[in-house]
């Protein structure tokens, strides 16, 4: 089994930043693609971004230009710098990554919770 601990979440005002960070733990696995989702109460979750294993990266619209998404390769960490937060970005922000080598299969993190206020 491969575990997700996510960091970073909080109140921020708007305008503001945050920085989210998620570790994979485990023994003998690899990842291929890692990404972040949100969801916001009584919405769908839904993908913020994504950055595949060669460093290929892919935003929702409502985030370009202002959310960068990263990974430590070295670390299994995966990263999303928030910049210029908006009330509407207020969500439980979810961790995902994608195991190739190992206990294969797609995992979740538990959620941090990101709260913009106006």
């Known amino acids: 089994q491969v575990q997700l601990v996510e960091s970073g979440g909080g109140l921020v005002q708007e305008g503001g930043s945050l920085r989210l960070s998620c570790t994979a733990t485990?023994?003998?696995?690899?990842?291929?693609?890692m990404g972040w989702y949100r969801q916001a109460p009584g919405k769908q979750r839904e993908l913020v971004a994504t950055i595949g294993g060669g460093g290929r990266t892919k935003y929702a619209d409502s985030v370009k230009g202002r959310f960068t998404i990263s990974r430590d390769n070295a670390e299994n960490t995966v990263y999303l710098q928030m910049n210029s937060l908006k009330p509407e970005d207020t969500a439980v922000y979810y961790c995902n990554v994608d195991v190739i080598v190992g206990p294969l299969g797609k995992y979740w993190g538990q959620g941090t919770q990101v709260t913009v206020s106006s």
């Open positions: 485990g023994t003998m696995f690899s990842i291929n693609a």
